[in-house]
C-alpha cells in the first residue's frame, strides 16, 4: 500500500473506532440512567402450565398511561391538562414480538376495553384495569409510589400472559408524555391523513360528545411531534371504531417513527431520544437496551408487521382464540402452541356468550399496508 493509501486506511480506522465509541458510551450512559422496574418477566410470570411457546423470541410488552407526575409546569400549560387529572389505567397496550434473529417484528396491540379474567382474585375487568387495581391496592396498604409501580406492572404482566399464551421477556411503560417528547426528540413523524380531522373539545361538544384530544388537521400529510403527535394517538372521538382505530394510529405512528429514526441514522438522535427515554420510560431490570439495539438493528419498517386480537365491539374476546391468534401471528402453530391456547380453562362470562353473534375479528394495521389513515 502507498503511504498516502496507509495515511487514509489510519484516519478511517481510527474515525470508524470513534463512532464505534461514542455510540457504545451513548447506549451505555442511557442504559445506566434509564428508570427501572423491578417486575416479574419471563419465566418468573408463568404459571406451572403455561409453557414458553415461542423459546428463544423476545416478547417486550410496550404499556403506556396517563400518568402526569413527571411533567413540567411548561408542558401542562402547553397540553391543557391538570396536575392531578391523570389516569393509572394502561390505555395503549401493546407486545412487540421479535424473533431471536431480530428478522422482523410483530406489534400485537391489545385493546384496552377488551374484557379479561384479571388473576389473584380480582375478577373479570377490562384489560386496561389491572395496573391501577393493584397499584391502588398497594398504596392504600402504605406502600410506596416504586412498590405499587411495581405491583401493578406485576398483575398487569400475569393478566397479558394468561390471556395470550406469551411469556413476555421485557416490560416497557411510557407516561403520557413519551409520544409528546420521543416524537420530538426524533424531528417530527410522518402522516398521513385520510380525512379532515378536528377533535377539538368544542367541536365535541357541539355534536353532544364530551372531552377531545385536541387534534386539527386536514387532510394529507403532515409532519407532527409535541402536542399535534399526542393529540394524534390519543383521539378516539370521530374514529369509526373508537379505541379500536385509536390501535391502528398508534400502530402507524410507531412504525412511521421507526421510518424516521432509520432515515436520519439512529447515531446522530441517541443523545435526543436517550433525554426523552430518561423522562419518560420505565424498564424492567433486565431490559439490555444496547443488546436489543444490536438485535434489531438490520430491522427496517418494510420488517414490521402490526396486528390486533380478535375482540368483539363489546369487548368480549375468546382466550382461546386469542391464543391460537398469537400463536399463528408469530408464527408458532406447533402442538406447544396448542397445548398452550388449550392449558388455560376458559371463565367464560355471560356477557362472553352473548356476544356470539358478534364475531370478534383480528385486524391489521395500515401502519404499512395503506396510504393513508382516518
Not at 387532510?219 to 385509536?246: C, N, Y
Not at 391456547?341 to 404499512?368: D, E, F, G, L, V
Request: hydrophobic share 35%.
Amino acid at each position: 500500500m502507498r503511504p498516502i493509501g496507509r495515511v487514509v486506511g489510519s484516519i478511517v480506522s481510527i474515525g470508524l473506532l470513534l463512532v464505534a465509541g461514542y455510540t457504545w458510551y451513548q447506549y451505555r450512559d442511557l442504559d445506566n440512567n434509564v428508570s427501572r422496574l423491578d417486575v416479574s418477566v419471563g419465566a418468573k410470570a408463568r404459571t406451572a402450565d403455561e409453557p414458553d411457546i415461542d423459546g428463544q423470541d423476545q416478547n417486550i410488552f410496550v404499556v403506556g398511561n396517563d400518568d402526569r407526575s413527571n411533567m413540567s409546569d411548561k408542558e401542562v400549560k402547553e397540553l391543557h391538562v391538570g396536575r392531578d387529572g391523570g389516569s393509572l389505567a394502561t390505555d395503549t397496550m401493546m407486545i412487540v414480538h421479535v424473533p431471536a434473529d431480530g428478522s422482523r417484528a410483530t406489534l400485537i396491540s391489545l385493546p384496552r376495553d377488551t374484557m379479561v379474567d384479571v388473576p389473584d382474585g380480582y375478577g373479570t375487568n377490562k384489560l386496561n384495569a389491572p395496573y391501577a387495581l393493584a397499584y391502588s391496592e398497594a398504596r392504600g396498604k402504605g406502600a410506596s409510589v416504586a412498590e405499587a409501580r411495581k405491583a401493578g406492572a406485576n398483575l398487569l404482566l400475569k393478566t397479558v400472559t394468561k390471556f395470550t399464551g406469551l411469556s413476555i421477556d421485557h416490560y416497557v411503560q411510557i407516561d403520557l408524555l413519551g409520544f409528546y417528547r420521543l416524537s420530538t426528540a426524533i424531528g417530527g413523524v410522518p402522516i398521513n391523513l385520510c380525512n379532515d380531522v378536528d377533535d377539538r373539545h368544542k367541536t365535541n361538544v357541539a355534536r353532544g360528545e364530551d372531552g377531545g384530544s385536541g387534534l386539527h388537521l386536514s387532510k394529507g400529510k403532515h409532519v407532527i411531534e409535541g402536542k399535534t403527535a399526542l393529540e394524534f394517538v390519543r383521539q378516539r372521538h370521530g374514529l369509526p371504531r373508537g379505541d379500536f382505530d385509536r390501535v391502528k394510529r398508534q400502530q402507524y405512528f410507531l412504525t412511521s417513527a421507526f421510518r424516521q429514526v432509520a432515515s436520519v441514522g439512529i447515531l446522530f438522535k441517541l443523545r435526543q431520544i436517550g433525554d426523552a427515554l430518561k423522562r419518560s420510560v420505565y424498564f424492567d431490570n433486565d431490559l439490555d437496551l444496547l443488546d436489543l439495539a444490536r438485535q434489531l438493528e438490520n430491522l427496517t419498517a418494510n420488517n414490521i408487521v402490526g396486528k390486533t386480537i380478535p375482540v368483539a365491539d363489546d369487548g368480549t374476546a375468546s382466550p382461546k382464540k386469542v391464543k391460537r391468534f398469537v400463536a399463528k401471528v408469530i408464527g408458532k402453530t406447533d402442538e406447544s402452541s396448542k397445548k398452550s391456547a388449550s392449558s388455560t380453562t376458559s371463565r367464560s362470562t355471560s356477557s362472553t356468550a352473548s356476544s356470539a353473534s358478534k364475531s370478534p375479528s383480528a385486524s391489521s394495521s395500515t401502519a404499512i399496508d395503506s396510504k393513508c389513515i382516518n
